[in-house]
Every structure is written in C-alpha cells, then in structure tokens.
C-alpha cells in the first residue's frame, strides 16, 4: 500500500532523525523496518529525513544499500513495496562517526543548516555515552529549542548510574524532551489495557481487593544469552527485566484512573504504585523472591548448554537468569493482593502475559469437586500473539453432565478479529509519538529512579544473604522453588490450571 507523496503524514510532524549506531542490531532489526511501515502506512511526512551515524566507513549509497538488506530480511513478502521502499531508503544519508570525539559532530549541524524541522536524536547505543553524546551535540550547536532525544533502556545500573545519566542527559535536554523507551508500552495490547480498565465500567467497578484475589505477570524468553554474555553476566535478569518491562505493566495493571490521558497524568499514578511497592526485607526475601540459573537442557528437542557453559562464560559466576517474586501494593486499592512476577530465559516457551484472577463468589452451590475452578480469570496475552480473554464458566452441555461446570474463553485475538489489520510493532507507536511530540507512552525519570531504587534494595539483599542461584533445567518453568512459592498460598501458576 504505497502512498503518493502528497499523501504523506501530516508535514507538521515532520522530523530529523540522527540516529546512533545505525548500523547496530537494534536499528538494521527493528528501527528502519518500524520507519519503513510509517512511511508505507502514510504516516511519516514527506519532509521527513534520516541522518544515520556509525564508527564504520560507508558512504550514503552503501548505507541504503545495507538498509534495504536488512529490510528485505525481515519484511513479509506482502509487506515488500518497491516504490515505498525507494522512496524511504532516498531519505536515508550517512555520516561516519567517533561518538566519544567532539571532532565530526560539525557535520550533523552542517547537515542541518537551514532545516526548519525539530531533530529528533535517538541513541542506540550504550547507555554509558548517552552523557558523552549529549554533551557534544550541545558543545557543536547542532541543538535548538525544539530538539528531543530518545534513550533506550536500560538507563543505568542502578540509581546512583542512573542518575549520573540522566543528569548528563538533561544537561542538555530538559526532561520534556527526552523521550525513554520501554518498548512494551507500545504494544497494542497494552493500550488496549488502559481502554480495558477505564472505558469498561464492568471491569472499572471489579478492579480492587475485594473482587480480585492475586495477580500473574509472566515475561518468559525462549533464548538463551544470544551471545552477549559480556553485557547480560553484569546485568542479570532482574535489571534486564524487572526493573523496566514487568515492573511497568505492574504499574498500569495497579495505577489509579488518572484524571486525563496526558503524559504527565498517566505518569503520576504509575509513579504512585512505585512508591507503594513493598520491600523484601528479612524473612520476605528468602520466602518471596526466587533467583535461578539454566543448566543445559533442551529446546524445541534440541540439546542446550546450560549458562555457564555459554561461550566466553564465567564458571563461577551467580548471575541469575531467572526470578520470580511475591510482592505487593501497599494502598487502599491493593491491600492483601499478591502480584507474583516471573521473568526468565530458556523457557519453554516465548511468552508475555498478564492474569487477572478475581475471587470466587462468597456461596458456592455447584459440584464441590470443581471448586478450584470457579473464578473468572482475564488473560492479557502480549506474546507471541496478541490478544485479550475473559475466562467464565458455564454448564457442560450433555443430558449426562447435570450441572457440571466448563471454563471457557470470551476471546479477542487481535490477528483474528482483524485479519486485514495488520498489528504495528511497538516501535511503530513509539516511533510515530516522537514525531509528534506526545509523551504519554514514554517514562520519566521519576518512574525510573523509583524502580531502580525497589530494585537496589533487593540486589543489595542478595549480596548479604551470598545465597547462589537455584539451577533450572533449560526448557523449564524454572526453579521448583519458583512452583513452591506460589503453591504455599494455595495458588497455582496459570499454565498449570
């Protein structure tokens, strides 16, 4: 579906996007495939250009030349569009680059001069020259006042990193125009939650203690490492994971209905759940958290090597690849509601998902053997596939079942309801709000700062305790441990209902 150049996006959204490490994975595998569908979907303005920097030596030809790889690669056959794709690969110009050298940054204000659009400048790199960056496109002139810049995570390692970055960083943009991706956030599904939760009265009165009895948010990786052992053994999966993703959608899941839809309305109340989380001190962090490390195993009946066995592995190291939690809210909302969290690699399975259990009705009058099934459970499913599902029960057909009750689904698959919608990727969303300058999918530094310091107390109680991971084998659930800490409440991880 290409679009004729008048046809393009709404030129007030027009942007320049200088984007670092243009040649990294992050960019060849989902950034200009994202660009590319904004262009073909008609949403990136005609004016709109790309400026792509690196360390390595091409010129613009060669650069497009390894763009359109990339999107040849990763695109559906029914997504190739050879008029959109000439049309987006003509935006894209090089610049080779130091990043660290303040020598070069003169060719970005050159490529610049006379533009009128704002420059929006997106760092995939490491987050350890975010301040470096920053500080010389400041000490260049290539910013003005309508000049944003897009950090992924994770920022830091924790608070104190953090904010040494974030200080860099605002030195130079004020926090209005720093945008920073977490890129769950824009997911469809997990706009889809807000809707689900404040335009839904049904779901809007329910959702409190006194009618949802615990909550599951699940984020498991198939993966193993994929190589970046050097980066993942110094940040393990709580600060890879928890402390960004899962604490994220916990935060929508427990936030109060903020007063609007802005940015900074959305963020308020997330931060509010941040401040209410409850520590692991003592007794709790034996007896709540889990931390585990993968033993080969097999994948897809594939034999595997377990983490310590990774190429350039440290024998000895105690990184976890696995944890799960016990944690709660400590307001009037979520008073006595568990959240169990669970994040690891070598699962067996690829899967994102959020379960909303709600408490069984106080008088139960049907078949006693069936009462460990009488609740209805919402289902938020944010991978592989999409979707939302509400889980009721009904009477089993048959004149032999009687009043025997059957669990079924009340079922949105987003690929199913629209077949001829495709679903955007997150990067997608977030890409597009960039250029308009709307921030209400982005996070603010409170939010980080907060999670980071939720999280230092936790890692800081590893430390004194000097317990090692638990080993899991690959293809697993994880621990057994992870299955015992929730069955001591009577409750069950949902793929074992």
């Known amino acids: 579906m290409s679009q004729s150049p008048s046809l393009l996006g709404d030129p007030q959204h027009a942007i320049d996007l200088v984007l670092f490490g243009a040649l990294g994975d992050l960019a060849l595998r989902k950034l200009f495939v994202a660009l590319y569908h904004l262009d073909r979907e008609g949403l990136m303005p005609e004016q709109t250009r790309i400026l792509g920097l690196a360390r390595q030596e091409h010129d613009t030809e060669g650069f497009r030349r390894l763009v359109g790889a990339a999107l040849e690669k990763r695109l559906k ?229 377990g983490y310590l066995e990774e190429e350039d592995a440290n024998t000895e ?17 979520w008073a006595g509601v568990p959240f169990y969290l669970r994040t690891g690699k070598r699962m067996p399975e690829k899967l994102s998902q959020i379960v909303i259990h709600f408490r069984q009705q106080p008088h139960y009058i049907f078949d006693p053997d069936q009462r460990d099934i009488a609740s209805n459970k919402l289902i938020i499913r944010l991978q592989p596939e999409e979707g939302i599902a509400l889980q009721v029960l009904t009477k089993d057909s048959g004149l032999d079942k009687g009043m025997r009750l059957r669990p079924g689904p009340l079922h949105l698959d987003f690929n199913s309801a629209f077949p001829k919608s495709r679903i955007p990727d997150a990067y997608e969303r977030l890409l597009l709000e960039v250029m308009k300058g709307q921030q209400y999918l982005f996070v603010r530094r409170d939010e980080v700062e907060f999670a980071w310091r939720w999280c230092d107390q936790l890692i800081e109680g590893w430390k004194t305790r000097e317990t090692p991971p638990r080993r899991y084998p690959a293809g697993s659930w994880g621990p057994v441990a992870s299955i015992a800490m929730i069955t001591q409440d009577g409750r069950s991880w949902y793929e074992d209902y």
């Open 77 to 305: 056959p029914d997504e190739q569009d050879a008029i959109c794709q000439e049309r987006f690969l003509n935006r894209l110009e090089y610049l080779k680059l130091d990043f660290k050298s303040l020598d070069g940054y003169a060719g970005i204000k050159q490529w610049r001069e006379g533009a009128k659009r704002p420059m929006v400048v997106y760092l995939s790199v490491a987050a350890r020259i975010y301040g470096d960056i920053c500080h010389h496109l400041g000490e260049s002139g290539s910013l003005d006042d309508d000049s944003r810049v897009v950090v992924e995570k994770p920022i830091g390692y924790d608070l104190e990193s953090s904010q040494a970055i974030n200080d860099a960083i605002g030195a130079v943009f004020p926090e209005e125009r720093v945008y920073r991706i977490d890129h769950y956030l824009g997911k469809e599904t997990v706009q889809n939650l807000i809707a689900l939760r404040f335009a839904n009265p049904l779901f809007g009165t329910q959702w409190n203690q006194n009618h949802i009895s615990h909550v599951e948010i699940t984020v498991a990786e198939k993966v193993g490492i994929e190589g970046r052992w050097g980066y993942f053994d110094d940040a393990g999966q709580l600060r890879d994971m928890v402390q960004n993703h899962l604490l994220q959608l916990l935060c929508l899941i427990a936030m109060d209905p903020p007063s609007n839809l802005d940015a900074d309305a959305i963020r308020d109340e997330k931060v509010k759940v941040l401040k209410a989380l409850k520590p692991f001190t003592g007794e709790a962090l034996g007896r709540d958290v889990v931390r585990g490390q993968y033993i080969a195993g097999t994948s897809d009946g594939q034999a595997v090597p």
């Open 317 to 333: 190291s105690r990184t976890e690849t696995f944890v799960a939690m016990k944690t709660e809210v400590a307001n009037w909302r």
